[in-house]
């Protein structure tokens, strides 16, 4: 039974002030290694910690309160002058926060949290009165590692810059499980030997083992979203004004039933039927900023988990942070946490490169690793930029070619925009040598799976010796699809108006067969032509007459179609019970009929299986 029964709301209402409180904290954290004399950081930390104490002994949870006691009195001394801010006593109260994180963690598994580490006490009670911090070993990124589940390997972005660098790659660890990052403590301080951490709870409940009860309060707080009183006040002005439309309306039937049917009467159904389809738009458009979030709340756990990963590496690092006050859709923010955590983790391991290094190549001692995310139209733009040794484009088709993902020819028809996407392909990885800093993460494949699933799509650019740069798009929200409608005979077909580049028309006389492949030459790109009835397995009735110049994350192609209809904004509808592969969602267009909205991804995975029965005409071929 949960040591909070009957407790359940305010519980729950605890650990998401909480966990923000404490993220915001982190941050702070990090600003005060920059500046240790200010302040207003040292006040707001302190109020932070006192804030956490106090709700944490509201819940009885004496172990929380202990923990927060003691690094509060730290931090009273810190603004006090009676202690002075080093880069072993941070390490120290890095520790501290996730020594907390951990016992959020205990608390939304429905059981009270053990005690912190004993050493890590022991060192705050021995600093408190007046002992010397010793020297500690580089903090170890716990968070980050924890919340990155595992893939299937990383990409080998030593190899890869080793040839920009002309170093050789060098393996930065051995190989540690995701258990026991999670569990590891992430300095060693007082008498512990450098290179020691704090030890691990030697009790651990079963219900808040090693990082599951982080993972239990994400899914808790799945279902729920703050919202702004002001957009509920102008959802509900909206509902009592299309009520009264509604009224108007009833009373323009009965008098139309009863005969009245003259032009003043039309004339104002005319106008309340135009007055409800405003209201109902502007409800629609209400309804859908209500599930909109600024993506500062994702991005403020990020600046931690470089500064972390940064110390444990010997490396400066400063991750900057912009468009912070940018929105996105709720469920969108949740599912790119993961994603944004390995590019920004690669960016520091792999990307930029050390002090040494650095200065050898004439670049300043600090890297800066960018996050940025803009709105640009109907679109959000996520930008994770780094300063660092960058990637060659020839070593990346070398690699892939070694390992048996493309043939020698097919990489001779690249260019670097392509061979950068090929990082993203789930055989391009390597795992003879692991780091205990990525070796187990997220692969780039995996990157690209939850973009996608976002309806979204990667870019990637990068130059040898200046850094990388990784772009996401995504749709402003995931409530709305705009899409392309397209026709086969007269059936129509959705498709999601992120991939499409370009409409052209296909001149037969002008398709050519390259490697028994039918292709196209757009503006010197030779582009595989891909007939979407073979895709879909039906016959052919004619040969198509237009392409949709398309792009995912790894290839871009021209999809064959009879037609166009339009374009449109979908409200997807999914399709719970029964979902055909290749197929995203249905929607209704306008006139009622419903549309089935097409995922290109698994039509392509599964073209070749539609190769028998291509109909009366010469069908094209698949990519």
Known sequence: MSDFAGMEDLLQDFLQEAHDLL????????????????????????????????????????????????????????????????????????????????????????????????????????????EAVAAAAPAVAVEAAAQVPAGDGEPDWDALHASVSGQPPVATGEVI???????????????????????????????????????????????????????????????????????????????????????ETLHALDQAVSQLDLLVSDLQNSVMKTRMQPIGRLFQKYPRIARDLARQLGK????????????????????????????????????????????????????????????????????????????????????????????????????????????????????????????????????????????????????????SVFLISLPLTLAILPVLLVLLGDQPFALPLSLVREILPIERDKVQEVGGKSTLVVRGEILPVVSLARLLGWPQERYPEYGVLMQTAERSFILGVDSFAGRDDAVIKSLEDFRPRGVAGVTTLSNGQIVLILDMKELLADGGQHMEGAGRIPALDFV
């Open 177 to 263: 499980t995701r258990a026991e990052v999670a569990a590891a403590a992430s300095t060693a301080v007082a008498e512990k030997p450098a290179g020691a951490s704090y030890g691990r709870r030697s009790a651990d409940r079963p219900t808040a083992s090693n990082g599951g009860g982080r993972r239990v309060e994400e899914r808790a707080r799945e279902n729920t979203i703050r919202v702004d009183t002001s957009r509920l006040d102008q959802v509900l002005n909206l509902s009592g004004e299309i009520g009264l439309t509604k009224n108007r309306l009833t009373s323009l039937r009965a008098d139309i039933l009863a005969g009245k049917n003259d032009s």
């Open 23 to 130: 993220s915001d904290v982190d941050n702070k954290l990090v600003d005060l290694e920059k500046m240790p004399d200010d302040r207003g950081l040292l006040n707001d930390i302190f109020r932070g910690f006192h804030t956490v104490k106090g709700g944490a002994g509201f819940l009885n949870a004496t172990e929380l309160v202990t923990l927060c006691h003691l690094t509060e009195n730290l931090f009273d001394k810190l603004r006090n002058g009676e202690l002075h801010l080093s880069p072993e006593l941070m390490d120290l109260i890095m520790a501290a926060t996730k020594s907390v994180r951990d016992m959020f963690g205990e608390l939304s598994s429905g059981v009270q949290p053990l005690p912190a580490p004993a050493d890590l006490l022991q060192a705050l009670e021995a600093i408190l009165k007046g």
């Open 316 to 467: 400066d690092v400063e991750l900057v942070l912009a468009g912070e006050e940018t929105e996105v859709d709720k469920t969108m923010i949740e599912d790119l946490a993961d994603p944004l955590i390995h590019l920004i983790r690669n960016a520091v391991d792999h990307g930029v490169e050390g002090p040494a290094e650095r200065a050898a190549s004439g670049k300043s001692a600090k890297s800066l690793v960018r996050l940025e995310a803009r709105q640009e139209g109907d679109h959000i733009v996520l930008i994770v930029a780094d300063d660092g040794r960058g990637m060659s484009a020839e070593r990346i088709r070398a690699k892939a070619v070694e390992k048996g993902l493309i043939t020698e020819e097919e990489a001779n028809t690249l260019d670097d925009r392509q061979s950068f996407n090929l990082i993203l392909l789930p055989g391009f990885s390597t795992k003879t040598e692991i780091s205990d800093v990525s070796g187990r993460g997220v692969g780039m494949d995996v990157v690209k799976t939850n973009i996608q699933k976002l309806n979204g799509s990667i870019e990637i650019r990068s130059e040898p010796g200046k850094g």
